[in-house]
């Protein structure tokens, strides 16, 4: 059984940059064929995809926020993060990662996290 994690602040400030972990357990990361995704839900919004990163460590991104986004990864603690930057209020949501099979964009998402709430605010 796969479990993820999301871990980070919970309060940013306006114009810094959020920065989210997510711990993976009962499976590797590195495991041929998936993704590890994140996406995030405003209040009284849908479900928005940020970005990915695969198995072989390739990284994609949503258009609308390309830009701003990251994702890096740590095998050794089979985790993968990300920093979204010059956050504004617009950007208080629950964050959310998952794994999907390949290819990106699949959406067959098989595991997720329980999400984590992050706010943005002075």
């Known amino acids: 059984q796969v479990q993820l994690q999301e871990s980070g602040p919970g309060l940013v400030k306006p114009s810094q940059t959020l920065s989210l972990t997510c711990t993976v357990s009962?499976?590797?990361?590195?495991?041929?064929?998936?993704?590890w995704s994140w996406s995030r839900q405003p209040p009284g919004k849908g479900l928005e995809w940020m970005g990915a990163i695969t198995y072989s460590g390739s990284t994609y991104y949503s258009p609308s926020l390309k830009s701003r986004t990251s994702i890096s990864r740590d095998t050794s603690k089979n985790q993968f993060t990300l920093q979204l930057s010059s956050v504004t209020p617009e950007d208080t949501a629950v964050y959310y990662c998952?794994?999907?099979?390949?290819?990106?964009?699949?959406?067959?998402?098989?595991?997720w996290g329980q999400g984590t709430q992050v706010t943005v605010s002075s």
């Open positions: 009962g499976g590797s990361i590195t495991t041929n064929y998936y993704y």
């Open positions: 998952a794994r999907a099979s390949l290819p990106v964009g699949s959406e067959k998402y098989d595991y």
